[in-house]
């Protein structure tokens, strides 16, 4: 069933899309992720990372808080709309992942994550150096940022230039404000 508020189609390029921003951003996040055509159309492969599904965003906050900085960071500039605790699993051999990805790069801000412990905290400067190289990118695409570019509409590209320079600018993680929705 559509989404009303995706272009329908579109949500195994977003899955795609947010696998090469991470690549990108030098920040492997997310495993990794393919276009291909399959029995029934057109869509996104993901490697399957073996976990155990009790450990997640809650169980792991404490312990990985630094690559939850990363996370929450990434969430920002993809503008992920679905970040559930259980989309943050951890691999065999302890490295944190990010799964579920169709529900980004969308051109109103929709971010809904669960990892909001960082609001008000600056971000880290490693972080802040590789989104200002991504900003650069944007400006002269080629390579893997085109790629990623052609994958979104032409709005959406625009609100993800945007989100960058807004999060360049305001060096920190935004809170949840009054309404904590």
């Known amino acids: 069933m559509p989404l009303w508020d995706f272009p329908n189609g579109t949500l195994y390029k977003r899955e795609y899309a947010a696998y090469l921003l991470s690549q990108i951003l030098g920040w492997d996040l997310i495993p990794l992720t393919i ?45 992920n709309a679905d970040r559930k605790a259980i989309h943050c699993i951890q691999g065999p051999d302890g490295k944190i992942w990010g799964i579920d990805h169709g529900l980004t790069f ?20 490693q972080l802040l150096s ?14 893997r940022v085109l790629e990623l ?11 993800l230039v945007q989100r960058t320079a807004w999060l360049l600018e305001i060096r920190e993680y935004p809170g949840l404000g009054r309404s904590h929705r």
């Not at 051109?107 to 905290?121: A, H, L, N, P, Q």
């Not at 570019?149 to 609100?159: F, G």
Request: hydrophobic share 45%; glycine share 6%.
């Open 35 to 79: 276009i291909r055509d399959g029995p029934r159309g057109v869509g996104s492969l993901q490697l399957y990372v073996p976990h155990d599904p009790r450990v997640n965003y809650f169980t792991i906050r404490e312990s990985h808080s630094d690559v939850l900085r990363v996370m929450a960071c990434f969430d920002l500039v993809a503008n």
């Open 130 to 143: 590789a989104l200002s190289a991504f900003l650069k990118e944007l400006i002269h695409p080629r390579g």
């Open 106 to 125: 969308n051109s109103v801000i929709k971010v809904r994550t669960v990892i909001w412990d960082f609001g008000g905290e600056p971000i880290p400067d």
């Open 149 to 159: 570019l052609r994958l979104l509409a032409k709005d959406e590209v625009a609100a």
